[in-house]
């Protein structure tokens, strides 16, 4: 038996790295265009090489989907994550704010709005802060 495909699993271990350290750096929201277009390409990469296995190793993936349960696996995982591309998740149905904006928003509030989350009076709440180590607060 011929070797198909030589160099696609090392090439798919390389997609796969690269688009999960991408995507780290854009779940912590710590980067800007570069990490995303790169996390973009990667990406389209690493479905060129899965492309590229799946048609190199055809006959052995017919054997291995025979089996009633590895079938049915594969389906449910093409399923899952078409709807997972798709935008059908629980997340979807429950609209919210966003809690990046709350946070941000939050950073923005004065003391004042602090001190209501936490029932303290505004300036209790700044002369603990104050104490803590965080300066030039004031309500």
Known sequence: MTRPAIG???????????????????????????????HMLAGLAL???????VAAF????????????????????????????LGWSSAAARPGPDPIAVFRALEAAPVSSLA??????????????NARGYVDLRS
């Open 47 to 53: 479905a060129g090489v899965a492309l590229v296995q």
């Open 116 to 129: 209501e989350l936490t029932g303290k009076p505004s300036a209790r709440l700044v002369a603990d802060l």
């Open 8 to 38: 696609t699993s090392p090439l798919t271990v390389a997609t796969v790295l690269i688009a999960g350290l991408t995507g780290a750096v854009l779940l912590f929201d710590t980067g800007g265009p570069p990490p995303r277009e790169v």
């Open 58 to 85: 055809w006959r052995p993936l017919q054997l291995y989907l025979r089996r009633p349960l590895t079938g049915f696996v594969l389906v449910m995982g093409v399923a899952v994550t078409v709807a997972g591309a």
